[in-house]
Nanobody, 123 residues
Framework: QVQLVESGGGLVGAGGSLRLSCAAS????????MGWFRQAPGKERAFVAG????????YYADSVKGRFTISRDDADKLVYLQMNNLKPEDTAVYYC????????????????WGQGTQVTVSS
């Protein structure tokens, strides 16, 4: 089992920045691919970014490329999502997730989920 807890959400104006953190506990963290997803009101959950074991590969949704950066610290079992130049359409609950499947972008392929953290971007 892997337990995930997100933090760092909040309210920010358009063009601002936030950094989300995800703290993992439980089983060994390093082998897992870690992902960030988001779900806006009335919309389906959507993939945002993923980072494989040891950071071997990193991938983003087109909507956040060039603005968001995912990173991980395996020693401290942390995953980060640095979000810059935020837009109102980035408003959503952001979830951290873990999977043993490298390169996964579908939420159905992720086994473990955090409780989510709210990000609200005002115009």
């Amino acid at each position: 089992q892997v337990q995930l807890v997100e933090s760092g959400g909040g309210l920010v104006g358009a063009g601002g920045s936030l950094r989300l953190s995800c703290a993992a506990s439980g089983r060994t963290f390093a082998p897992y691919t870690m992902g960030w997803f988001r779900q806006a009101p009335g919309k389906e959950r959507a993939f945002v970014a993923g980072i494989a074991q040891n950071g071997a590969s990193i991938y983003y949704a087109d909507s956040v490329k060039g603005r968001f950066t995912i990173s991980r610290d395996d020693a401290d079992k942390l995953v980060y999502l640095q979000m810059n130049n935020l837009k109102p359409e980035d408003t959503a609950v952001y979830y951290c997730a873990a999977t043993i499947r490298p390169g996964a972008t579908s939420g159905q392929m992720y086994e473990y989920w955090g409780q989510g953290t709210q990000v609200t971007v005002s115009s």
